[in-house]
């Protein structure tokens, strides 16, 4: 084969559209989104469960509830006891987990094919009748406060990143923001079991909730069961609006943060983003590729390799339905001072609002969101999380099958654009991590 | 509810039976979905590379996985862990491109390129979105036919390799492992493990000529999977491969000894918590029609934790925190196995319970239910393990690589299925051999040896592998060391971590000395890594001597896991870490209550204790020593080598520089002016190394 053919061949490829995800979607009459994406190639299913519930609908006081919830859900239901759905599932062969952030709390397994009657019946089990005890709720707040304990306050610029970063939201404008998912302790341990109670009847009603099946099913069993299981569950009420007014662009912020654990200084600085449905959004994400994603990104090439000033940069982006954060950070070498390293990190920022970036540079960006993308349909679990992603986050759940392009469509002057509009001093909170003793850190 | 959802909830029960009520117990396993096994194509190339297709459109993503039949088996026995090292190099830079160049253009593609060595074959694995093919199939190419292996990379990865070995000498499982497999395969290679003697032994020239002489295309495959046609990958293929040629040197296994009536190889590990056991023996090939028997007989033997082995010593007894059975199956012959991790007082009754459940399966017919949920079992979770192109063409290539028919992955499930009771039976007695099987206990021996002689005969050796007698099995008196406490820097000390030089996390350090006793605290952090360790303890001021030790550990941001041991004369209690129950799990807790013959000191605080020592060039100590986070006794020397100059972020010292020696050993700079202060220590396992910063 010539050089020419393969080029052809190439480009064949590339333009062959992406295959689309066919998905079947319908509502029980209690509330419950259903997806349905059917696969047969090999006889495997998933079953995942979104609750539209995370750190983001807590109130003031209550904080810390909504991941403390995930931990109750496998503390036993009506019909399975505490363990049992662990020990099901992987008796059946499967596996499972669960997760909470700020905008969103997920629990999956997938199975063997013939095992889907499992995973949706462990599913509604606990959604029709979690055991909520004081024993499991004082047994499952401990584990959370050891959680906090060992993955925030003593992990050095954890409490920063954590605690720190929560802090460019305003808890007036925006309290579903302005705290952080993990929560208060106080807040922990002011909670009853009631409040329990109340919160899994508001945020974990059917009305609530969406369901998808990935895999190997037939489409009428599938629904089938799934009325059975889930469709006398009772509806639940509308649970509140969440109220998040925050704006860009309220100034600079600057804080010095001590830290006890921290032997090497860092500085973070953390710009805020529209919600994820915004037009910049593409822009925005493949920007932090090129400004900190991997070995050759911009970051690691100037300040680590070339400069020689850091240990480790980076960018870390969060997108939300509400303002996100797009963070840049840096920890110092040994001997570079604070502003030495501040200097550097926002040169190089301020360089691509200047500037702007390379075409080369652009091309290598959507190369890795083009692996990344694909990479994750390869099987039902990263379907199911995807489907998800869309139902919850985007107008439109069919924008599974056309997001991608605008990924793709990207323009050197969109990236100028958003590092102009977004990556400025005025929509920034800067965060001056420094080692200290013990005395120093603030509580 | 609104006027429609009441519509909409009448037309919902006018479909749903009115009986479908919500179950209160688990749904039953409904029928088994036929698994059409995804069909593949072959090709031979011209230079006689095999070329195996799965082709699959539904994502634009292609993987390549060759193999070649060349790995630890084609190694010189004094250089055993060349392929490996090979494999390591392959990467690491070719006549065109640096190390960095190639990570940067796999990486720019956000694909991934990888090479391996087992004990039979080498692998070059790449995956790439489809438009990128090219590029993979042609940087695999590089690597294989240019190397350059370079000789500073060679330096590094032994470094790595030899730390792997020490750390592997201190987790019983490990060293568990090493001795069944010598004495089951004996010189066989499978039974040959690489030693510190034979990774110091590979030369760079040693590594070009594995490569130049084993890395070639006949007898190969190259298996290539997703979004391309066999005509386009041969096409690829053909192109970037067409150059290589020539076929690796035929190979010898050699013949594994022949089987003896069963004894126990006991491997002495002083002041073990628990024992390690392992029966096995020789099984089957490759090829072996009995394989779909013997692993049902083994799923419920002890494939799982709803198995016999598990069932009984776990939950009914709670001797263990596992015991499982397998079989394995390499190019040559394979084994069975069955282990488990037992509390030390109880390693003759786990064994000789383990060897009941061993011929139980071999003599008892299996309930009928038994035998149909194991069966169910195996061929509902053989999906999970297809659900990607890759992991088809992984399946694929283990069928043609050992020669298992070309109907084995279409017809697994149902030969599986159709497995009989005095099938199960047959296989079971054939393969599972408890008369003439192979043992070995990894353990105290001052403890296990009078239990375990009552079983079989035992055959003693230490860690080492040197024979002792049972009058080695008493622990040794120990003499006791010249501390004193006012020779010690005390208050808080700052230091940075480094891994080949560059900064990864921190430790604090903190000494206070009163009337009675020594305090200190330790913690670690690398971040990188999600850990945070430390340890916390205090000591009788006059004798160094534990009263007390904690030690903590999180791994991977996960839950810390802490063990306090209490000193109390001679006698320690409390709880230790022990290994992890697994890989990336946290190590798990291990009551002790033991006491030991003679007195211990603090394995926590070695480099502490020597600060508290009259140093010299030329003096020496040896001090055995037991700890919250290695709840063993190990016995250390220190030795003062020189006096010298260091330079450390805190500045300029005139320091002692202490070679010390042991399970974990390290180098340990520090001041030659009391109060001695500890300001530089490096690790001899690995490349990472603490200086004090204030």
Not at chain 2, 370 to 383: D, M, R
């Amino acid at each position: 084969m010539s050089r020419l053919m393969l080029a052809a061949l190439s480009v064949s490829v590339s333009l062959a559209a992406q295959q689309p995800v066919p998905y079947e979607y319908f509502p029980l009459d209690n509330g419950l989104r259903v997806f349905l994406i059917e696969d047969h190639d090999t006889p495997v299913v998933t079953v995942n469960v979104w609750y539209n519930v995370g750190s983001r609908n807590e109130r003031p006081g209550r904080s810390g509830f909504a991941h403390l919830f995930e931990h109750m859900m496998f503390q036993g239901s009506a019909n399975a006891d505490k363990g049992a759905h662990m020990q099901l599932i992987e008796r059946a062969g499967g596996n499972m987990n669960g997760s909470t952030n700020t905008d969103r709390t997920n629990y999956y397994q997938t199975l063997p094919s013939n095992r889907l009657n499992l995973g949706l019946w462990l599913e509604a089990d606990r959604m029709r009748s979690l055991a909520i005890t004081p024993e499991n709720f004082e047994n499952q707040r401990e584990t959370v406060k050891e959680e906090r304990r060992l993955r925030i306050d003593n992990q050095p610029y954890a409490r920063a990143f954590v605690d720190g970063l929560a802090m460019q939201y305003d808890s007036v404008t925006c309290y579903p923001y302005s705290h952080t998912v993990i929560g208060s302790m106080d807040d922990l341990n002011a909670t009853t079991t009631p409040d329990v109670q109340a919160f899994f009847d508001l945020y974990y009603a059917p009305n609530n909730a969406t369901l998808v099946v990935v895999g190997d099913f037939q489409p009428a069993e599938a629904r089938r069961l799934i009325q059975q299981y889930f469709g006398d569950i009772p509806q639940g009420a509308e649970p509140p609006p969440v109220d998040c007014r925050q704006q860009l662009n309220q100034g600079a912020q600057r804080i010095v943060w001590p830290d006890a654990m921290a032997n090497l200084p860092a500085v973070l600085s953390g710009f805020l983003i529209p919600g994820h449905d915004n037009a910049d959004t593409p822009a925005l994400s493949l920007l932090s590729t090129i400004l900190g994603g991997g070995e050759s990104s911009r970051l690691n090439q100037a300040l680590v390799r070339d400069q020689q000033l850091a240990v480790q940069a980076g960018v870390f982006t969060d997108s939300r339905r509400g303002p996100g954060q797009f963070v840049v950070l840096a920890v110092a070498n040994q001997g570079v001072t604070t502003d030495t390293l501040e200097a550097a990190l926002m040169a190089e920022v301020a360089r691509i609002g200047e500037e702007g970036v390379t075409e080369e540079e652009l091309e290598r960006a959507k190369n890795a969101f083009r692996s990344t993308d694909v990479f994750g349909r390869q099987t039902s679990m990263n379907i199911a999380e995807r489907i998800q992603h869309y139902a919850h986050d985007h107008a439109d759940p069919s924008e599974i099958n056309t997001d991608a392009d605008r990924y793709l469509s990207v323009t050197l002057d969109d990236i100028h654009r958003v590092a102009q509009r977004y990556l400025v001093p005025n929509n920034s909170l800067l965060l001056i991590v420094t080692p200290a003793r013990q005395a120093e850190v603030q509580p | 509810m609104n006027r429609f959802s009441v519509v909409a909830a009448l037309a919902a029960l006018a479909t749903v039976p009115v009986t479908a009520q919500f179950p209160t117990q688990p749904p039953a396993p409904t029928a088994l979905a036929p698994v059409q096994f995804p069909p593949f194509q072959q090709a031979t190339l011209r230079n006689g590379l095999r070329l195996i297709l799965v082709e699959n459109h539904q994502l634009p993503i292609v993987s390549f996985s060759l193999a070649i039949p060349a790995g630890a088996v084609n190694e010189p026995p004094a250089m055993r862990g060349l392929a490996g090292m090979t494999a390591e190099l392959l990467t690491k830079g070719t006549t065109t491109r640096s190390a960095e160049q190639i990570s940067q253009q796999i990486e720019g593609v956000g694909g991934s390129l990888d090479a391996g060595a087992g004990d039979d074959f080498f692998t070059l694995s790449s995956t790439v979105l489809t438009d990128h093919a090219d590029l993979a199939l042609g940087l695999a190419a590089d690597v294989l036919l240019n190397a350059t292996f370079p000789a500073e990379e060679l330096e590094l990865a032994r470094r790595r390799s030899l730390s792997g070995l020490r750390i592997e000498r201190s987790q019983p499982g490990a060293v568990a492992a090493r001795f069944f497999n010598r004495e089951l395969y004996g010189d066989h290679p499978y039974g040959q493990a690489p030693t510190e003697t034979t990774v110091q032994a590979i030369t760079r020239e040693a590594v070009q000529q594995f490569a130049r002489e084993h890395l070639r295309p006949q007898g190969g495959w190259l298996v290539v999977a997703g979004a391309i046609s066999l005509n386009d990958a041969r096409a690829l293929a053909e192109r970037h491969l067409g150059t290589w040629s020539g076929r690796a040197p035929a190979r010898a296994y050699g013949r594994p000894p022949a089987p003896r009536a069963t004894d126990i190889l006991l491997v002495h590990r002083p002041g073990s918590q628990q024992s390690n056991i392992l029966i096995g023996n020789l099984a089957m090939r490759p090829g072996d029609q009995q394989y779909y028997a013997a692993t049902v007989a083994n799923k419920i033997l002890g494939g799982g934790t709803d198995a016999r082995l598990f069932q009984i010593l776990r939950e009914e007894r709670g001797w263990t925190y596992g015991s499982y059975s397998s079989f394995n199956r390499p190019f040559d012959v394979g084994r069975f196995q069955a282990t488990a991790e037992v509390r030390t007082p109880v390693t003759d009754s786990a064994l000789a319970e383990m060897l009941h459940q061993v011929r139980r399966i071999r003599t008892e017919r299996v309930p009928d239910s038994t035998l149909e949920s194991a069966k169910g079992f195996l061929t509902g979770v053989f999906p999970l393990t297809i659900e990607t192109p890759q992991q088809v063409a992984g399946q694929v290539a283990v069928q043609e690589r050992l020669g298992l028919g070309q109907d084995y992955l279409r017809r697994y499930r149902e030969r599986i299925a159709a497995v009989t009771p005095p099938q199960l039976m047959a296989a079971a007695r054939a393969t599972v051999r408890p008369d003439s099987a192979v043992i070995v206990v990894v353990g105290d021996g001052a403890v296990i040896f009078e239990g375990l002689r009552a079983i079989a005969s035992v055959r003693i050796v230490d860690v080492e592998g040197n024979s002792l007698t049972p009058d080695d099995l008493a622990p040794s008196a120990a003499t006791d060391l010249n501390v004193d406490a006012a020779r010690m820097h005390t208050g808080r000390d700052s230091l940075n971590v480094t891994f080949q030089g560059q900064a990864i996390g921190a430790m604090i350090s903190e000494t206070t000395v009163d009337e009675e006793t020594v305090r200190y605290s330790t913690t670690l952090m690398i971040p990188m890594m999600g850990m945070n360790a430390g340890n916390a303890g205090v000591l009788q001021r006059a004798t160094f001597r534990p009263v007390e030790t904690t030690s903590r550990l999180a791994m991977g941001g996960g839950a810390a896991v802490e063990g306090t041991l209490r000193f109390d004369g001679m006698r320690v209690h409390g709880q230790a870490m022990g290994a992890p129950a697994g890989p990336g799990a946290p190590p798990a807790l291990r009551d002790v209550d033991t006491t030991f013959a003679l007195a211990l000191y603090d394995s926590d605080q070695i480099a502490a204790t020597l600060t508290a020592l009259p140093l010299a060039v030329g003096t020496s100590y040896t001090f055995p020593t037991f700890g919250a986070d290695h709840a063993t006794i190990s016995t250390y020397t220190a030795r003062v080598e020189r006096r010298e100059s260091v330079t450390v972020p805190a500045g300029t010292f005139d320091v002692w520089r202490v070679g010390v020696a042991g399970e974990e050993a390290s180098t340990v700079w520090i001041t030659a002016d009391a109060p001695h202060r500890l300001v530089r220590m490096e690790l001899a396992s690995q490349p990472i190394a603490f200086e004090l910063v204030r």
